[in-house]
Every structure is written in C-alpha cells, then in structure tokens.
C-alpha cells in the first residue's frame, strides 16, 4: 500500500508578489538608473532562488515543487511561484556570496547596489510582517557586508587573474609536492605583497606561503575569505598560476 503524502498548499502570498510588491514601491522614489539596477538585483535574486532553492526543502515541499515544476503549460511553476516570503532570509547569503560571483557578469557598482537592494528588502520583509526581525537582521548583515565587500573582491581577483595570466606554467612538469590544483582556498593570513593559503592534503590541513601577489590586491584582501585559484612553487616561490574568483565571507 502507497503512502498518501498531504502536500503543503501554494504559498499566499508568493516570493514573486512580494518581490514585485517591493519592487513597486521602491520604484516610486528612485531615479531611473537606480531603479534599473533595483529590477536587475531583484530579478537575478529571483533567478537565484529559481535555480537553487529547491535544494534545501523538505519531503513534502520537494513533492509539490516536482508535481509543478515538472508540470507543463500554465501548470507549471518555479521555486518563487509556489513558496512563500519565509523562504527569501535563507537563500540571501547564496545570492550575495556566490550567486552574483559565479553567475553574473556585472561589475562593483551593481554588486554594491545589489547589496543595498537586498539589505533594503530585509528590512522592507519585517515592516510588512512577513518574515522576523531576527531572519531582517541576519538578511541587513549579508546585504550591508556585500554592498561593502563584493566591490572589493571583484578588483581583487580582477588584479590577481591579471597578474596570474602571464604565468606560462605546466602542472605536468613540477612535482606533486610543488603544485595545487585549481580548487577553492581560504585566506589565512595577509600582508603587503603575500598571501597565505590553507590547503587540505591526503595529511590534512597545511598552509601554503608565502604567495607573491601585487600589493594592490592585498590591500583589498581579509583573512577569511575564499580564492578560487591554483598554486605553484617555482624556483623556490609560490604563485598563483590560475584565478577565477575571490569571495568574500
């Protein structure tokens, strides 16, 4: 005998009414280049949530996202068509620290307003009683950090990429002990011109440094945040061989 599973209803309101309900109140004090940006950061917020949000839901909401997903025509829907605003506090940090990194070509500028946009819709969420002061506190701390922090990351790896891609290097031809392929690597400690990485090894955790790197992305760097990058030790020196992106944390 099958088990009968009660699905959960569509949320009402939805993420997408609430969404645009914000977005349409804000859209009436703004300047027409802010508001653009503003319909931008709300609509890749909602591509975020779309996208991966799903993975963080229970049984029975996994049910009744598959029965309307999969559905086709005006049956179906996405994440932010079936669930309700309770589900915006917790899916802020993926799109502020890698969402806007990984998938969206945009410069400093938009990563700061887009952590204006989401820090404003935090507290925007409590005053229209939809989510808890707590959850608005925890969204305002992530949009106040981005809008502080992605700008500078984005110049950080920019000069980092730059300075890696007249590295000319053959993994091939050093030594295992020499080279660490491309993965993601915390920053453990930064000074003027060198950074130190923690690597992880069949013999766990290790630090990898002194790294040369211009001065002028150290400047911008904390300890704490991520690199995704490769490392090499050549002629005795450690460099970054390959960057893609740093991410603040």
Same mark, same amino acid.
């Given at each position: 005998m099958k088990k009968i599973i009660n699905l959960p209803k569509i949320a009402e309101p939805t993420i997408e009414q609430v969404l645009e309900e914000f977005l349409a109140e804000q859209l009436k004090k703004l300047k027409p280049k802010t +508001?653009?940006?503003?319909?931008?950061?709300?609509?890749?917020?909602?591509?975020?949530?779309? !996208?991966? +949000?799903?993975?963080s839901l229970s049984k029975t909401e996994t049910a009744l996202f598959d029965k309307y997903y999969n559905a086709e025509g005006k049956e179906h829907k996405e994440f932010s068509q079936l669930f309700g605003p309770d589900k915006i506090a917790e899916n802020t940090g993926e799109f502020l620290g890698h969402f806007l990194i990984r998938k969206v070509m945009a410069g400093g500028d938009f990563k700061?307003?887009?952590? =204006?946009?989401?820090?404003?819709?935090?507290?925007?969420?409590?005053?229209?009683?939809?989510?808890?002061?707590? $959850?608005? +506190?925890?969204?305002?701390?992530?949009?106040?950090a981005a809008?502080?922090?992605?700008?500078?990351?984005? %110049?950080?790896?920019?000069?980092?990429?730059?300075?890696? #891609?007249h590295m000319d290097i $053959?993994?091939?031809?050093? $030594?295992?002990? $020499?080279y660490h392929d491309f993965d993601h690597y915390t920053?453990? %400690?930064?000074?003027?011109?060198?950074l130190w990485l923690e690597v992880y090894t069949?013999? !766990?955790?290790? =630090?990898?440094?002194?790294?040369?790197?211009? %001065?002028?992305? =150290?400047?911008?760097?904390? #300890?704490?945040?991520?690199?995704?990058?490769?490392?090499?030790?050549?002629?005795?020196?450690?460099?970054?061989?390959?960057?893609?992106?740093?991410?603040p944390q």
């Open positions: +508001a653009s940006g503003y319909r931008d950061a709300i609509q890749l917020f909602k591509d975020c949530m779309n !996208g991966y +949000a799903y993975q700061r307003l887009a952590g =204006t946009v989401i820090k404003k819709l935090s507290k925007w969420l409590v005053e229209k009683g939809h989510i808890s002061g707590e $959850d608005a +506190a925890m969204g305002e701390a992530e949009g106040a809008a502080r922090d992605l700008p500078k990351a984005e %110049k950080a790896g920019n000069i980092l990429y730059e300075s890696a #891609e $053959d993994p091939n031809e050093l $030594d295992d002990a $020499d920053i453990e %400690k930064v000074e003027p011109g060198k069949e013999k !766990g955790k290790s =630090t990898i440094g002194p790294i040369a790197v211009p %001065k002028e992305a =150290t400047a911008l760097l904390h #300890e704490g945040w991520d690199i995704s990058c490769s490392i090499a030790r050549i002629r005795g020196k450690w460099m970054l061989v390959e960057v893609a992106n740093v991410y």
